[in-house]
């Protein structure tokens, strides 16, 4: 063994020098735990839910102020607590009789209701409106409109009326151009089964769906728009003429076959 290498001083100065790295790492770790303590953590986040406790704070103060009792005079005490208006609610939910749909877009299909309505339907007289003049000049504004409404019908129809794989084409379509009764059925009873349009034959994979939900304005609009758009000419569609055929709401899909046969 060499005895040279085993020099205490040596050994000694390795020592002093680990200690001296050993401090060195020690007091940068100190420096950046410190550095870390001061700064807030998750600043972004408590930036943004700061907002949202404010929010809650406003909100919760405002339903004790209004749900507590108030005496407004003596005597007489109002708004009571969330759980005595519950209460009272619930008591008068329970002691309510149920009344009957009135509206047919909301009825149940295959309901009691649905048929009676459709049973009513049958025995009553078909409806006529007169056809409209398909020179006369078209409102730019119900244009727009419906050009607006028309992008319920796009998605199926296509943006240009051109159809896709699932609904034929309003372009060039004689169902959309002929009687007038026509699109405004389809519109309010949806339609279903194989259809023909300009000579080829459509069968859809899904019945056209009912948007009886739409106002008369907006049903009239947007059968405007598609029977003047496109290459198409035919007369406006008017809201009267669409509340005339309001009492089909509810009565099952159309087929083809229901319609008039367009010229």
């Known amino acids: 063994m060499d005895q040279s290498k085993d020099n205490p001083i040596l050994r000694f100065r390795a020592f002093i020098w ?8 020690a007091v940068a770790f100190g420096i950046i735990a410190l550095i870390n303590g001061k700064s807030k953590p998750y600043a972004t986040e408590d930036a943004a839910a700061t907002p949202r406790y404010e929010t809650k704070s406003k909100v919760d103060a405002a339903q004790a102020a209004n749900f507590s009792y108030k005496e407004v005079e003596a005597g007489k005490t109002v708004q ?18 149920p009344t009957a749909v009135e509206k047919p877009e909301q009825l149940v299909p295959g309901s009691e209701t649905q048929k009676k309505m459709e049973e009513t339907a049958k ?31 796009m998605a199926c129809h296509g943006m240009n ?12 379509s004689e169902w959309v151009t002929g009687p007038v009764s026509n699109p405004i059925r389809i519109v309010l009873r949806g339609l279903g089964g194989p ?22 304005d907006q049903i009239a609009a947007v059968l ?39 010229k």
């Not at 496109?230 to 009565?251: C, I, M, Y």
């Open 224 to 262: 405007t728009y598609a029977r003047n758009s496109w290459g198409n000419k035919a007369s406006a569609v008017t809201p009267d003429q669409v509340k005339a055929f309001r009492g089909e709401v509810g009565l099952p899909t159309l087929q083809a076959s229901d319609l008039k046969a367009p």
């Open 123 to 153: 025995n009553a007289a078909p409806v006529e409106v007169a056809e409209g003049d398909a020179n006369a000049p078209i409102d730019p504004a119900v244009m727009a409109a419906g050009q607006a409404s028309f992008a319920l019908c």
């Open 195 to 216: 259809i023909t349009v300009a000579g080829k034959e459509y069968n859809m994979p899904a019945p056209m769906g009912a948007l009886p939900q739409l106002s008369d």
């Open 161 to 172: 009326g051109e159809g896709g794989p699932i609904a034929p084409p309003l372009a060039g």
């Open 18 to 25: 680990g200690i001296g790295m050993f401090s060195v790492f």
């Open 80 to 97: 009571v607590p969330p759980h005595d208006v519950f209460a009272h609610v619930a008591k008068q939910l329970v002691a309510a009789k």
